[in-house]
């Protein structure tokens, strides 16, 4: 069962980092000023920069990677914490395949570590769990592995976690048309709720708030269906970095932006 705001976001540690006085201070003064009524409801994150947290401090890129998959426990409680009811995290595009074979097999370990180790703390929190992207694939012991968490915490009443592995934005559009074809459909038929129906997890709404880490400003093919009317809010911080403090800016951030859809201002 999910518990209060202000019962849960006080406490420190529970991501396995603990934040000193002034950055806790800074935290609090970000609660006060947050709009519960304009939470975004779906976040997508890219989380970039674990490389590059690495390398600064003299470690290996999996070192990196082991950190950057340390800091998601924390996000995702305190997005959860605060109203947030899909939040869906890049963890491995389409196109990383081509990254060094050493470096794609120790993802793919981390990967079905993650989903073991967090299935119980996350099924407790009252989130449910998904993998989006081509699941067909990717080992079958990572697929068996999401499917039961998956099982496991759909009746739950708090926020969705969608964890993109092998995930593309064309590909996905391109895997809906197949579908659309192999249905029968006529061309006439096909418009947007349509395409929106075969996409991966049909139920999932649009993205609005979308963050990347790490000072790059592109979305690299991540949710480009549901992320077209996404506010994009790009920082310099890694994401092995990127804690409460940074959610809650860059949720401010999204609250003090217009989202007019194609409207003027006059028409809102």
Known sequence: MRRSLSGRCNRTGWSGITLDNTREKLKNELLDRLDKGKIPAHIGIIMDGNGRWAKSRGKTRIHGHQEGARRVKGVVRFANDIGVRHISLYAFSVENW?????????????????????????????VKFRLLGRMEELAPE???????STELMK???????????????RAEIVDAVKKIMAAGHKPEEVTEELISRYLY?????????????????????FHLWRGAYAELYFTQVLWPDFDEVE???????????ERR????????
Not at 142 to 147: G, L, P
Not at 206 to 214: C, G, P
Request: net charge positive.
């Open 98 to 126: 081509a990254r060094p074979s050493f470096e794609v097999s120790a993802l793919m370990r981390l990967i079905r570590a993650y989903i073991i180790r967090e299935r119980n703390d996350l099924h407790a929190e009252g």
């Open 247 to 257: 959610l809650l800016k860059a949720i401010e951030a999204y609250q003090n932006r």
């Open 201 to 221: 997890w049909p139920e999932l709404p649009d993205v609005d708030l979308m963050i990347r880490t790490s000072g790059e400003m592109r979305t690299s093919n």
């Open 261 to 268: 859809f194609g409207k003027i201002s006059e028409q809102l």
């Open 155 to 169: 009746n739950n009443p708090g926020l969705s976690l969608n964890l993109c592995i092998n995930y593309g934005g």
């Open 142 to 148: 990572i697929i068996r592995q999401a499917n039961i």
